[in-house]
Each structure stands twice: as C-alpha cells, then as structure tokens.
C-alpha cells in the first residue's frame, strides 16, 4: 500500500491508497479542499468541522445530481436501442419478404423461359 500527503482546511493528512492511485487521491483531496475554500471565502471562518460538513454535502450533491443524469442516459440508451433493434428487426422483415418475392419472380421468368422454349420447339417440328 502506498501512502500521501494530502492537504484539506490547512492540515496534513497522511491518506493510504493502492500502489498507482497516488496522483488520483491526490487530486480528489485537492478538489475537495477546494469546496472548503470555496464556502470559507463565501461564510468566513465557521469551523473546521461545519466547512467540512458542508463540502461534503456539496460533493454528495453533485454526486446525487450526476446518478441521475446517469440513469436519465442509461433510460435514453435503453431506448434508443430498443428502437434500433426494432427497425433492424424489421428490416430483416421486408428482407425476407423481398428475397421471397424475388423468388416468386425468378420462378416466373423461368416459367415463361421455358414456356418460350416449348413454344420455339413446336414451330420448328411443324
């Protein structure tokens, strides 16, 4: 396991992660100090504890406000896809009604193809 430092309201936090991921907490670390920053410039000095409290509240916020984009887009992929699957189904429909109609065509021509045959067979024997 590796270990960072990691900065939040002013305090060093020593923070374990997985080997690799160092940048990664680092850069949630710095983005959640942020939020604290950001409402202690806009209420002043509260406590360490309410700052806290309300970024977290923040993150979780954008995080609520993000599932449900998420589900919203799931929804639309599920029917998007849904309506491809549909048209491709009825594609594969008429494709097969053309290829049937194109072998009632084709039985024809030969039909009449061997109709003209006969018929050019007759005025040579006569």
Request: aromatic share 4%; with cysteine.
């Amino acid at each position: 396991m590796a270990e960072v430092s990691v900065e939040i309201n002013g305090r060093k936090f020593r923070m374990a992660c997985e080997d690799g991921q160092e940048t990664h907490l680092s850069g949630l670390a710095a983005r959640f100090n942020g939020y604290i920053d950001e409402y202690k410039g806009a209420f002043g000095e509260i406590g360490d504890t309410r700052l806290t409290v309300m970024a977290g509240i923040a993150v979780v916020d954008e995080l609520n406000e993000a599932e449900k984009k998420l589900a919203a887009l799931k929804a639309e992929l599920d029917a998007v896809t849904k309506a491809g699957n549909d048209v491709a189904a009825e594609a594969e429909g008429m494709e097969a009604k053309f290829a049937a109609k194109l072998g009632d065509v084709a039985r024809r021509i030969e039909s009449i193809a061997t109709a003209i045959d006969a018929a050019g067979q007759d005025t040579q024997t006569q």
